[in-house]
C-alpha cells in the first residue's frame, strides 16, 4: 500500500513538473514570437543640452526599429547664443544614415534670412544638407529663387543652383 502511495506521489509530482516545463516552454516560445512594431509620444517638446542647445516639438514622435518619424517638426537650436528655427510638416531620421529628411514646407528661419523650400536631407555627422527642389532664399533687401541647393553647416556656405536673385 505504501509503495502505491509513494508510487501515486512520485507520479504526481512528475507529472506537475513535465506540466510546468511544458508551460514554461510554450510561454517562451510566444514571448519570442512578439514582433516590435513602434513606440508613440504624442505633443512633446525634447529640451537637449549639448554643444548646442536645441528644442523640438511636434505632436507626434514614432519611433520605429531604424527611423524615428516626427510630425509635424519644429526645432529651434541656438547657434552663438542666436536662435535658428527650423519647421517642416514632416521629419523623418534614419538612425544607421544619420540621415534627416524634412518633408512638406521647410522653412529654416535666422534673425537675417529665410529659406523655403518642400524637401531638404540634412546629414547629421558631416553637418551639410541639400535639396533638389525650388529654393527661395530671402534677406532684408534681396530674394534669391534656386533650384536646388547645398548647405555646409561647419563652413556657414550655402550653394544654390540655377539662381535668380531679385535686389528691393
Known amino acids: 500500500m505504501k509503495s502505491k502511495v ?3 506521489i512520485i507520479l504526481f509530482v512528475g507529472a506537475v513538473f513535465l506540466f510546468d516545463l511544458i508551460n514554461s516552454v510554450l510561454t517562451q516560445q510566444k514571448i519570442s514570437n512578439i514582433k516590435y512594431s513602434y513606440q508613440e509620444i504624442r505633443d512633446f517638446t525634447i529640451i537637449g543640452k549639448t554643444d548646442t542647445d536645441y528644442y523640438l516639438e511636434g505632436e507626434v514622435l514614432k519611433e520605429f526599429r531604424d527611423k524615428i518619424y516626427i510630425k509635424p517638426f519644429n526645432l529651434t537650436y541656438f547657434k552663438n547664443s542666436k536662435p535658428i528655427f ?6 523623418i531620421y534614419f538612425k544607421e544614415k544619420k540621415l534627416l529628411k524634412l518633408i512638406e514646407d521647410v522653412v529654416i528661419k535666422t534673425n537675417d534670412i529665410k529659406m523655403l523650400t518642400e524637401r531638404l536631407s540634412i546629414y547629421t555627422q558631416n553637418n551639410t544638407a541639400e535639396t533638389k527642389n525650388d529654393v527661395l532664399i530671402t534677406g532684408k533687401r534681396i530674394k534669391t529663387y534656386g533650384n536646388g541647393a547645398f548647405i555646409d553647416m561647419n563652413k556657414e556656405e550655402i550653394n544654390i543652383y540655377k539662381v535668380k536673385s531679385i535686389f528691393e
Not at 86 to 91: D, M, T
Request: glycine share 12%; charged share 20%; proline share 0%.
Open 6 to 8: 509513494l508510487t501515486t
Open 86 to 91: 527650423i519647421n517642416s510638416k514632416k521629419g
